[in-house]
């Protein structure tokens, strides 16, 4: 099917705006020669993509559909834009990425630091997410690299680093101080109230996982979005939950939590954060940049 690559820009104007005036204007064309391509577009997919409504339009589903891969491919097109203009004078350029919280705090903010001060002139855009989250935005092209936790299923398409290994711990506040005194079985402590991240991340798998092995099951009281809400729920007596050591070592020094104990034959395997991309995908100059600097950071460290 041999489409005007012009419709599917005025397309995305359109689909961006919900409004046809408004695309026209951005476009620096007029409503009706908007109005005619859209039609034309519609025509030659044989479907319908707009709706049209008092306050402006809404997409079809199929409308929805196409405007998920054309707003990935015009993104990428307008960045590679940007990088061709300014190459000559320094690199440049943007970097869209997924990454969990836990592999932000532990990994990706040191990295990042150190990759401004190389490469002022590359942006950075984070999207926060779940490891599954991250995975899906991968594939589907709406960031070019994910930095995740483990556990996840690896899709033939992708590849990994394994950027850094680490343990987590139990632990509760204050008021949960008679639980550090002895090591625990599962059984021992199932009945407190317990924290933890949500359903749909890949923290949760693990330690559903990791109870059912030992026949308990989990069930959590509070479920968060982000590891960083973990912490100061703990502290203030809310539940406990594992949190990653490196995060809790300051406040257990500071005695604003306490280690609870497992038996030292209950074994926590250790988690590690990769750094994933999409085989299937070249990278722009700022994308590859960036994952080649990630890679190194990697390298020096098991040096």
């Known amino acids: 099917m041999d489409i005007n690559f012009e419709y599917y820009k005025i397309f ?8 046809i005036t408004r695309a026209a204007t951005a476009l620096g064309s007029n409503q009706p020669n908007v109005t005619r391509v859209m039609k034309l577009l519609e025509a030659q997919l044989n479907c319908r993509l707009f709706i049209r409504e008092a306050r402006g339009i809404s997409l079809t589903e199929e409308g929805e559909l196409l405007y998920a891969h054309v707003e990935v491919a015009y993104r990428h097109l307008i960045n590679a834009q940007e990088e061709i203009f300014r190459q000559d004078s320094q690199r440049c350029g943007t970097v869209e990425i997924g990454v969990t919280e836990t592999a932000l705090h532990l ?10 001060q190389e490469y002022p002139a590359i942006k950075i855009k984070i999207h926060n997410q779940s490891t599954p989250e991250s995975l899906k935005y991968l594939m589907s092209g709406k960031v ?7 556990p996840f299923d690896m899709p033939r398409e992708l590849v990994s680093v394994n950027a850094l290994d680490f343990q987590e711990i139990l632990v509760g506040g204050t008021q949960y101080k008679d639980l550090s005194h002895n090591d625990l079985e599962l059984a021992d402590i199932i009945g407190y109230p317990w924290i933890g991240l949500g359903r749909e991340s890949a923290t949760y798998r693990f330690y559903q996982d990791f109870f059912i092995t030992y026949g308990v099951d989990l069930k959590l009281d509070m479920e968060v979005a982000t590891s960083d809400l973990m912490l100061p ?8 939950g594992f949190v990653p050591e ?13 280690q609870i104990n497992l038996h030292s034959r209950l074994n926590i395997p250790s988690r590690a954060i990769q750094i994933v991309s999409d085989r299937r995908r070249g990278k722009s100059l700022a994308e590859d940049t960036f994952y080649k600097f990630l890679k190194s950071k990697v390298e020096i460290s098991v040096k």
């Not at 995305?12 to 409004?19: H, T």
């Not at 070019?144 to 483990?150: D, H, L, R």
Request: aromatic letters at 10%.
């Open 246 to 258: 490196t995060l809790a070592l300051p406040l257990l020094r500071q005695k604003r939590l306490v």
């Open 107 to 116: 990994f990706l903010i040191n990295a990042l630091r150190e990759f401004r």
């Open 144 to 150: 070019s690299i994910a930095v995740i936790t483990t």
């Open 12 to 19: 995305y104007f359109v689909a961006k705006y919900r409004n």
């Open 233 to 240: 729920l703990i502290e203030n007596n809310l539940g406990i």
